[in-house]
């Protein structure tokens, strides 16, 4: 479960094609990184894919059921933001198991998930802390931990780590890493950081302007880009 298919999606905000027809499949336990530079549309893809928005023309398919006009809460996804979006006036606790709780999970099965994603993050000592109280590597491991209880068969990260000093990063990157391997679900990751892509995608998406340059494995394009500006962004040596 967790399988995507992108069928010639764009998007338009206005006058403004942001998106100029994206197709792309993601096979389920894939780990698929975006990367690109600012103002590209990699948010917006994510964003298409999480339902947050329409795409003005085109498919989105997760595990072969076309979910274009499904709700993002009935896509069996989660998405972690570069900003956490956490409540500061609940708990970690509360704020992992929240969106359990508006979905009618019972207290017991809650209680058991939230125990399992916040061993699995290193988040036991911080339970009952509020957000303010946390530093900025515990509170994305806390978004983190909130996407991990939905059990999602896809998840979606945009920028995770950008918030983060470098030490941190690479922790958070390879707890990233780790869930990946646990979890066995699928994984869309944007960055502009080509370390984080190189490291973690079994293939990367270079996208610019609105379309995709090229996809394939790390050391494909690191070897082998299709074309200058592949070259530029995943650094092969000059
Ligand atoms: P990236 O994540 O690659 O930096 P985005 O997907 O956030 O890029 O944005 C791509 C382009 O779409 C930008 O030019 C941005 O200004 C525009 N854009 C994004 N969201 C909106 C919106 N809600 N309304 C209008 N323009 C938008
Ligand atoms: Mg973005």
Do not use: W
Not at 11 to 39: C, T
Not at 71 to 100: D, S
Not at 193 to 209: C, F, K, S
Request: glycine share 10%.
């Amino acid at each position: 479960m967790g399988s995507l298919n992108i069928e010639n999606v764009k998007k338009s905000f206005g006058q403004v094609d942001v998106l100029k027809g994206i197709d792309l499949e993601v096979a389920d336990g894939e780990f698929v990184v975006f990367v690109g530079p600012s103002g590209c549309g990699k948010s917006t893809l994510l964003r298409v894919i999480a339902g947050l928005e329409d795409a003005t023309s085109g498919r989105v398919v997760i595990d072969g059921k076309d979910v274009t006009a499904t709700p993002p809460a009935k896509r069996g996804i989660a998405m972690v933001f570069q900003t956490y979006a956490l409540y500061p006036h609940l708990t970690v606790k509360n704020n992992m198991g929240l969106g359990l709780k508006q979905a009618g999970t019972p207290a017991a099965e809650i209680e058991k998930r939230v125990a399992e994603a916040s061993a699995m993050l290193s988040l036991d000592p911080y339970l009952q802390r509020r957000p303010a109280e946390l530093s900025g590597g515990q509170r994305q491991r806390v978004a983190i931990g909130r996407a991990v209880v939905r059990e999602p068969s896809l998840f979606l990260f945009d920028e995770p780590l950008s918030n983060l000093d470098a030490a941190l990063r690479v922790n958070t990157r390879l707890e990233i890493a780790q869930l990946h391997r646990r979890l066995k679900a699928t994984m869309i990751y944007v960055t502009h950081d080509q370390v984080e892509a190189m490291t973690l995608a079994d293939r990367i998406v270079v996208l610019n302007g609105g379309r995709i340059e090229q996809i394939g494995a790390p050391m494909e394009l690191y070897n082998a880009p299709a074309n200058e500006f592949v070259a530029g962004f995943i650094g092969s040596p000059k």
